[in-house]
C-alpha cells in the first residue's frame, strides 16, 4: 500500500517449466511464477494499481474479467504489452465483493497464452461480505479452485484441438490451481468453494457423487440476494460460482464434473465434451471438524439492474463465423453506448453448437431465458452466460461510464478458439 492509500501489485509475466508430474518437466508460462497467478485482493472503494511486466517473448495483454473500470485500463486487445514491455493500469473498486479473475487477451492469441498458464483470481471484498457469516479464511474454510482441463504430450502441455473439436480445445484430465488429482484437508463443517472455469473451451456441470445439495451463494459478479440450494452447477468457460458445502467428520468427497443434458445434440454431447466426467477435487475431512455458523438466509441485494429502465435494445446472433455476421475487427466499433443507461440485449444461439457470451466492464442481469424467468443460479450478478444452441436469452445491462469514445471495451465467446477466430465485437461509452 502507498502513502496515498493506493494498494499496488507487481505482476510478472515469464515463461519456464513446471513439474506437473515428479520428473517430468514441462515447459510453462506464468505470473511471478512458471503457472497461473497469485491470487490478487482488494477492497470496495480501494485505489489499486497493477504494475506488470512482459518477460514472455512475444507480445499479449492482461485483463481484468468482470472488472468495472475504465476502457483503456481494461487490458483487452488494444492495452497490448510489448515483449520486455510495462503496463501500469490503475482504478478504483467500485463494485460488489465477487471473485474475479485476470488473464490475457491479446488479438488472436488469448486461447494459446490462457493454455500456457497464464491466469489467477481476482478477489473483491466489500463491508457486507466481510460481515457476513460465510466462510471466509482464505485456503482454510474458503478455498480458490481454478479448474482447467489439460493433455500431455509427452513433457509437453498439447494445447491442439481434435479434428472434430468444434469448440475449441478439449483436454482429458483436469487441473485445479494448476495441480493434478488434487486434494484438500479441511477441518471446517461448512467448506466455501470459490469455482473458476478457467478452462479455454470446456463447460463444467460441478457436483458430488452422493448428490448432496450445496449452497450456490455467489455467481460471476457477487453475491446472490439469498443463498440457493442446489445438487449441480453449471460453469462455461470464464465463469465463476462460490458454493458452500457442508462436510461430514472423516469422510473424502469427490467435487466431480457430471455430464450435461442440457448441452445440445447427441453430436455435441460427445464432441463438444457435454458427455464427459472427471474427479475434479477431493475433499477430505478431519476426524474432527470445527462447527461453522449457520449460513445466513439473507445475503443481501442485487447491484444489478432489472431493465425497467432501459432506453433500447439490441440484438446479438452468435455464430462459429462472427457474431451479428461480422468477424471481429480491431478497427470498427459494432456499438455505442450512452454513459448512465440501462440497455437490454438480446443474445441467440441457433448455431448448432455451444457458445457464451461475456461483456466486459458490467455485471449483468439475465431476465429471461427462453421467454422464461431464468433458473436460480442465472439469477445473481453475471458477465459471462452459456448460451447453447437453441437458447435466446434477455440480459439487462447498466453503463456507468467512464465515457470514452476512443478505447472500445469487448464483447465475445469465451469459448477462446471462438474469440480468437473472430467472435467477438467492440462497444464504446459515449
Ligand atoms: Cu475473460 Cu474478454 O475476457
Ligand atoms: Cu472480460
Ligand atoms: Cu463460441
Redesign the pocket.
Known sequence: VEKDGTRVFDLRMQAGETEFEAGRKTPTWGFNGTYLGPTLRAERGEKVRVRIRNGLDEASSV?W?GMHLPAEMDG?PHQEIAAGGTWSPQWTVDQPAATL?Y?P?PHGATEDHVQRGLAGMFLLDDERSARLALPKRYGVDDLPVVVQDVRFDGARLDGGRGFLQNVGFLGDRTMVNGTLRPYREVADELIRLRLLNASTARTYAFGFPDDRSFSLVGTDGGLLERPVSQTRVQLSP?ERAEIVVRMRADERVMLRSFPQDNYGDGWQRRFGGGDDSFDVLELRAAGRLRPSPDLPTVLGKLEIPDGADAVRGRFFELRRSGINGRSMDMGRVDETVTRGTTEVWTVRNDNGMPHNF?V?DVQFRVLEVNGAAPPPALRGPKD?VFVPHGTTMKLALRFTGPADPDTPY?Y?C?LLYH?DEGMMGQFVVV
Open positions: 485483463h474479467h483487452g479473475w488473464h487477451h470464464g461475456h466486459h459471462t469487448m465475445h469465451h474469440e
